[in-house]
């Protein structure tokens, strides 16, 4: 027997709460197809009268709203790198590159377009001051829980740093070549002069920081020592970004790169930077809080808190 669905409301659009005041029906009553579908048609409808009971509620609700994510403090965020930084969050070793094949001949060579060629490589005195680098990083313990060995893709700083890889058993896939932010200081028309002559651009840099070397056409850059500093300090940015509590060598192919570098980190005077020069494969830790002391300048006092805007 059928049950009368005119007589007997099934479904409710708004069921009340007891189930008491709904008709009792048994399965008996309703042959097996047609119960599923009247339950299926039942639960549709509630379905729908739920939903229009949603869209019912005022949108001025309010309703507690949990945050996606919370910031890090500002103490610790990462930001732009600036000079000098208030802390470094990796260690870094600063390494000059041994003396070049051009450096033998007592030759400025600065030009970019020559620096992966045989003749920018290390001369063999130059090998033998960038071996005698790399176990000094070893007994420094530089690559004692690994690091990561960043040199100019220059000859020399390339080979310099491979060198230094297999002496300190650093795979090479930790060597990273840097090509253009670690290229050695262009001096301009002084390319290709002898390397005595070098002593007029940093009479230069002692007056200011702005001045360039008289320009060439040969493609050599003419760079200051706000120049190279803009380079270093975009180095230091990327690597303080890509590294958390690392150990970075830096390779340079000259000394202008590291000096001015390390006069940015611990706020020297960037007319100063000369009194930090790197000697071929000499190699520094770099300490934000101190200059090293058998380079400290005449007067020992030429903080830069803005470099290198230095008064």
């Given at each position: 027997?059928?049950?009368?669905?005119?007589?007997?409301?099934?479904?409710?659009?708004?069921?009340?709460?007891?189930?008491?005041?709904?008709?009792?029906?048994?399965?008996?009553?309703?042959?097996?197809n047609?119960?599923?579908?009247?339950?299926?048609?039942?639960?549709?409808?509630?379905?729908?009268?739920l939903?229009?009971?949603?869209?019912?509620?005022?949108?001025?609700?309010?309703?507690?709203?949990?945050p996606?994510?919370t910031?890090?403090?500002?103490?610790?965020?990462?930001?732009?790198?600036?000079?000098?930084?208030?802390?470094?969050?990796?260690?870094?070793?600063?390494?000059?590159?041994?003396?070049?094949?051009?450096?033998?001949?007592?030759?400025?060579n600065?030009?970019?377009?020559?620096?992966t060629?045989?003749?920018?490589?290390?001369?063999?005195?130059?090998?033998?001051?960038?071996?005698?680098?790399?176990?000094?990083?070893?007994?420094?313990?530089?690559?004692?829980?690994?690091?990561?060995?960043?040199?100019?893709?220059?000859?020399?700083?390339?080979?310099?740093a491979?060198?230094?890889?297999?002496?300190?058993?650093?795979?090479?896939?930790?060597?990273?070549?840097?090509?253009?932010?670690?290229?050695?200081?262009?001096?301009?028309?002084?390319?290709?002069?002898?390397?005595?002559?070098?002593?007029?651009?940093?009479?230069?840099?002692?007056?200011?920081?702005?001045?360039?070397?008289?320009?060439?056409?040969?493609?050599?850059?003419n760079?200051?020592?706000?120049?190279?500093?803009?380079?270093?300090?975009?180095?230091?940015?990327?690597?303080?970004?890509?590294?958390?509590?690392?150990?970075?060598?830096?390779?340079?192919?000259?000394?202008?790169?590291?000096?001015?570098?390390?006069?940015?980190?611990?706020?020297?005077?960037?007319?100063?930077?000369?009194?930090?020069?790197?000697?071929?494969?000499?190699?520094?830790?770099?300490?934000?809080?101190?200059?090293?002391?058998?380079?400290?300048?005449?007067?020992?006092?030429?903080k830069?808190?803005?470099?290198?805007?230095?008064?």
């Amino acid at each position: 027997m059928f049950v009368s669905t005119s007589n007997t409301r099934l479904c409710l659009s708004n069921p009340p709460p007891h189930s008491s005041s709904i008709p009792s029906i048994t399965t008996s009553e309703i042959p097996y197809n047609a119960f599923n579908r009247i339950n299926g048609h039942c639960r549709s409808r509630r379905r729908r009268h739920l939903l229009l009971t949603v869209l019912t509620i005022p949108f001025t609700t309010s309703l507690p709203v949990s945050p996606i994510y919370t910031s890090e403090p500002v103490a610790d965020a990462r930001g732009l790198f600036q000079m000098p930084p208030f802390r470094l969050t990796n260690r870094y070793f600063l390494v000059r590159a041994g003396e070049s094949e051009f450096e033998s001949l007592g030759v400025i060579n600065t030009n970019p377009v020559a620096k992966t060629s045989v003749d920018s490589g290390l001369s063999e005195k130059g090998k033998k001051q960038t071996v005698r680098a790399a176990f000094e990083l070893k007994e420094m313990g530089a690559c004692e829980r690994n690091c990561w060995i960043w040199p100019s893709i220059t000859q020399r700083a390339y080979q310099a740093a491979e060198i230094i890889a297999s002496v300190n058993g650093i795979n090479r896939s930790y060597i990273v070549p840097e090509y253009s932010f670690l290229d050695a200081r262009g001096l301009g028309a002084y390319e290709g002069k002898n390397l005595e002559s070098i002593s007029e651009v940093y009479a230069s840099d002692s007056i200011s920081p702005r001045i360039k070397p008289p320009p060439i056409d040969d493609g050599t850059p003419n760079e200051s020592v706000a120049d190279v500093f803009v380079r270093v300090t975009q180095l230091m940015s990327i690597l303080e970004t890509q590294y958390s509590e690392d150990t970075v060598i830096i390779v340079s192919p000259d000394s202008d790169n590291l000096t001015i570098l390390q006069a940015g980190l611990v706020g020297l005077d960037l007319r100063r930077h000369r009194d930090l020069s790197f000697a071929p494969g000499e190699v520094r830790f770099v300490d934000s809080n101190s200059i090293p002391t058998y380079k400290q300048p005449a007067s020992a006092v030429y903080k830069c808190l803005n470099p290198p805007n230095c008064n």
